[in-house]
C-alpha cells in the first residue's frame, strides 16, 4: 500500500493526492500533525534519502528555529527539530514498500508508479 504523508493545506500534499486519485492508486493518508510522526518514521526515510533532503528550509517554521540550531545542523539534530515541529518535513512524502519519495512530479510519480 502507498502512503503519502503530508498535511491537508499544503498544496503539493493535494496535488499528489489527486494524482494518485485520478490515476486509480490505493493510498492511505498519514497527516503529519493530527497523525503524528516518530522517529522510526524519520529514521527510515532518513535511510533512503540525505536527511537534507527531507527537512524544508523554505518553509515558515524554518525560519523560526533560533540560528543557534540551525547554524550546527546534523541528522541528530534535524531529526529532533522536525519530531518537534512536523511541518519542517519537506511534503509530501510518499513511501511505498521499496521507495520514498519527497516532493511532488507528476512525471517522477508516474516513472515510479507507472
Same mark, same amino acid.
Given at each position: 500500500m502507498l502512503t503519502l504523508y503530508g498535511i491537508p493545506s499544503c498544496d503539493a500534499c493535494r496535488n499528489a493526492r489527486k494524482w494518485l486519485?485520478? &490515476?486509480g492508486m490505493e493510498?492511505?493518508? &498519514?497527516?503529519l500533525r493530527a497523525d503524528g510522526l516518530d522517529t522510526s518514521m524519520l529514521e527510515r526515510w532518513s535511510r533512503a534519502l540525505e536527511?537534507?533532503?527531507l527537512l524544508n528550509r523554505?518553509?515558515?517554521?524554518?525560519r523560526k528555529v533560533p540560528e543557534v540550531d540551525r547554524a550546527s545542523l546534523d541528522s541528530n539534530k534535524a531529526i529532533s527539530l522536525m519530531l518537534d515541529q512536523p511541518t519542517l518535513v519537506k511534503r509530501p512524502?510518499?513511501?511505498t514498500d521499496d521507495v520514498v519519495v519527497v516532493g511532488f512530479s507528476p512525471d517522477t510519480y508516474q516513472?515510479?508508479?507507472g
Amino acid at each position: 500500500m502507498l502512503t503519502l504523508y503530508g498535511i491537508p493545506s499544503c498544496d503539493a500534499c493535494r496535488n499528489a493526492r489527486k494524482w494518485l486519485t485520478d &490515476h486509480g492508486m490505493e493510498h492511505r493518508f &498519514h497527516d503529519l500533525r493530527a497523525d503524528g510522526l516518530d522517529t522510526s518514521m524519520l529514521e527510515r526515510w532518513s535511510r533512503a534519502l540525505e536527511w537534507q533532503d527531507l527537512l524544508n528550509r523554505r518553509s515558515v517554521t524554518w525560519r523560526k528555529v533560533p540560528e543557534v540550531d540551525r547554524a550546527s545542523l546534523d541528522s541528530n539534530k534535524a531529526i529532533s527539530l522536525m519530531l518537534d515541529q512536523p511541518t519542517l518535513v519537506k511534503r509530501p512524502v510518499l513511501e511505498t514498500d521499496d521507495v520514498v519519495v519527497v516532493g511532488f512530479s507528476p512525471d517522477t510519480y508516474q516513472d515510479l508508479l507507472g
